[in-house]
Nanobody
Framework: QVHLVESGGGLVQAGGSLRLSCAAS????????MGWFRQGPGKEREIVAA????????YYADSVKGRFTISRDNAKNAIYLQMNSLKPEDTAVYFC?????????????????WGQGTQVTVSS
């Protein structure tokens, strides 16, 4: 069973940057795609970015393309989300998620383990 722990959230002004980290337990981390999701106030959880098991392929939601970068370090069992040019509409709880296969999925059902989330607040 994989245990995921996010860190790096906080309060930042619009235009600023944050880097989220997700530490994963388990020896098979490198066998699965990973993703970042977010849930804003009064909104459904949505995918932000995802990365394949090897890190060669990445997916980004249109709303974050060009601003966010997902990466992974399989040697450290970790994934990251570099968030630049943050906007107030990026305010949300951000969740790390483990995919159920090596391939990137864009829906919640493609992921079978979730972290507790980290709050990101962007002030205007």
């Amino acid at each position: 069973q994989v245990h995921l722990v996010e860190s790096g959230g906080g309060l930042v002004q619009a235009g600023g940057s944050l880097r989220l980290s997700c530490a994963a337990s388990g020896r098979t981390f490198s066998s699965y795609a990973m993703g970042w999701f977010r849930q804003g106030p009064g909104k459904e959880r949505e995918i932000v970015a995802a990365i394949s098991s090897t890190g060669k392929f990445a997916y980004y939601a249109d709303s974050v393309k060009g601003r966010f970068t997902i990466s992974r370090d399989n040697a450290k069992n970790a994934i990251y989300l570099q968030m630049n040019s943050l906007k107030p509409e990026d305010t949300a709880v951000y969740f790390c998620a483990k995919g159920s296969s090596i391939y990137v999925g864009t829906e919640n059902r493609s992921y079978d383990a979730w972290g507790q989330g980290t709050q990101v607040t962007v002030s205007s």
